[in-house]
């Protein structure tokens, strides 16, 4: 949850995604939230051309493949 990683007590790796044009949610509080893991092996993916309910439909490919990527890297290299 997001207090485990506000009080730096995540270790693991975290993926996150989110749009730059999120209107609900800014994309300041998913780079706030990634700095905040200090403790964690974070990757933030922004998406460019979503909101915050349609960023999927707009960037499935991207979503599927970064995914793909980090349960990929995870499963190669347990010690993550």
């Given amino acids: 949850s997001?207090?485990?990683?506000?009080?730096r007590?995540?270790?693991?790796?975290?993926?996150i995604f989110h749009s730059?044009?999120?209107s609900?949610?800014?994309f300041d509080h998913a780079q706030k939230?990634?700095?905040?893991?200090s403790n964690a092996k974070v990757q933030l993916v922004e998406f460019n051309s979503s909101d915050h309910?349609?960023?999927l439909g707009f960037n499935l490919?991207?979503?599927?493949?970064?995914l793909k990527e980090f349960i990929t890297k995870k499963k190669n290299n347990?010690?993550?």
Avoid: P, W
């Fill in 78 to 80: 347990k010690s993550l």
């Fill in 9 to 15: 007590s995540f270790k693991g790796e975290l993926l």
């Fill in 33 to 37: 939230l990634a700095k905040s893991a």
């Fill in 61 to 66: 490919t991207e979503y599927h493949q970064e």
């Fill in 53 to 55: 309910n349609n960023y």
């Fill in 2 to 7: 997001e207090m485990c990683i506000r009080d």
């Fill in 24 to 26: 609900l949610v800014s």
């Fill in 20 to 22: 730059k044009n999120d």
